[in-house]
């Protein structure tokens, strides 16, 4: 039986980049893309990946208690 610590242990892409903000300062913007919805802005790179784990950590969760399947990440990139 596969737990919530089982898919939380899932390893997805995380994608950062630099984007500006709408009172023109430059902020961090972390995402899982594979996670609809789970994206996170902050000034630095450190606050941008910790709001991006909360949000993918309720969002599985949210999902197992729905009982709604959790998107698969994709394979990582073959050098």
């Given amino acids: 039986m596969v737990t919530p610590e089982d898919y939380l242990a899932v390893p ?3 994608e950062m980049e630099s984007v500006e903000g709408p009172d023109g300062d430059w ?3 972390a995402e899982y893309p594979e996670l609809p919805g789970c994206l996170a802005e902050a000034h630095s ?19 197992l208690e729905r009982g709604e399947s959790i998107p698969v990440p994709r394979p990582p990139l073959r050098v």
């Fill in 45 to 63: 790179t450190l606050a941008a990946v910790e709001k991006l784990e909360e949000l993918r950590v309720q969002y599985i969760l949210t999902r």
């Fill in 27 to 29: 902020v961090r913007r």
């Fill in 12 to 14: 997805y892409v995380l």
